[in-house]
C-alpha cells in the first residue's frame, strides 16, 4: 500500500515475511504512530494476530499462513513423523486465533497439504514456505480484480457507507470495499465515503479514516449510530462492506454493525454490497448460524485509545472497573439483505445456495 510517512510516499504491504521473521504493519498504533512490528517465532507471530497487531480476513490469513512457515522451520523434531504431529498441532493453534474469518484457517490448511509433498525436512519447509507466499499474491490478485469488478455497480459521485477497515490494511495490497471505492476514485468516479467509526476498536475513526486521507478520498466520519440518521436525510447511495465468513446461503459474517447497517439499507431501498475474494465463502457452513462468533475482552469496551493531550499515545477508561460487558465482535447478516457480492470473479446478484456453489468451483484452487 502507499504510505505517506514524514511527506515520504513508501509502498509497504500490511504483513510481509523476510527470512524468520514475520513483520506487520502495526495496526494498534495507527493513526497515531506508524510502526512495523516483527514477530521472531510462530507463538509471537499468533499472539500479534490475537492482539490484533493486523486484522482484517485477508491480512490474518497471510499472517496465520507465514506463522505455519515459520513452524515448519522452527519445530524441533527428530523424525519426519514427529514433525509432521508437531506442525498439525501448532497449526491447529494458529487456526484458533481468530475463530470467525475462515480465511485464516483455510490459509493454514493450505500451508499444511503443501508439507505433504516431498520427502526431505527441507523440501518440505521450502514447500510450505511457497504455499505461504502464494496466498498473499492470490490476494494481492483477487483484490484488484474485486476492485475493478465493483465498478459496474458505482455511479459518479456516490455518496457510500462503509463499515470497518476493508482497506489494504484489511487484505493484500487494495482492499474488498476499500479497494472498490479506491478504483472508483482512481479512475475519476469522485466517491465520498461515510465512515462508520467502527467501536469498539475504531477500525474505522482510526484506519479507514487514515487510509482515505492517503489516497485523497473526500469522507465524512460518522459516529456508527448515525447510519439511521444520513438514510433517512437521503445521503447514502450505496452500502459497501467486506466479509469474514459467508455461509453457502450466502449469510455474511462481518465486523459487527454490519447487520444493522443491512437492515437500514433495505428499509431505505438503498442497495447492499459485500465485496470479498470468493476464499471467504465457505461452503461446509450451511447459513449464518453455523458461524462462530468471536468474543472479545470486555477492556475493549471499556476503553479508548488514542492521543491523550501531552501528545502520547494512551488509553483512557470510558466506563466502571467492574461494569459487565459483552463484546461480540462480529455479527451475522442474512443473505436477502445482500443486494449483490462483488468477487474477483465478478459481481453476484441472484444469490442462492446454487450460484454461490457455482461461484465457488468456478476457480481452480488457489
Ligand atoms: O476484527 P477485524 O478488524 O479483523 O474485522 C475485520 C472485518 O470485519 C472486515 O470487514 C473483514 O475482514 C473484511 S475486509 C478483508
Redesign the pocket.
Known sequence: MRVIIDGRVQDILAVVMKGQQVQMIDQRLLPFTFRISKFRTWQATVQAIKD?VT??????GVAGAFAVAQAAQQIDASTIEEWNAQLHSAAQTIAQA?PT?VTLSSAVNYCLAAAESGTALAEKQHQVRVAAKAILERDMKASQAISEAGQSLLKSQYRILT????GAL??QDH???LGVIRQAHATGKEPLVYVSETRP?L?GSRLTTWELQQEGIPHHLIVDSACGYLHQQGLVDAVI????RIAANGDVA??IG?YEKAVLAHEHGIPFYVA?PTD?FDLACPNGHDIAI?ERSAHEVRSFTGTLPNGRTGTVQIAPDTTSVLNP??DVTPAKYVSAFITERGVLSQISLTSIKQLVHSGNGL
Open positions: 490484533l486484522r482484517g480476513a485477508g491480512s490474518v481468530r474469518a463499515h470497518c477497515n476493508t484489511a487484505i482492499g474488498t470495499a476498536w477500525q462492506v467486506g466479509a469474514d462481518n465486523k454490519t470479498a471467504a468471536e465482535v462480529f
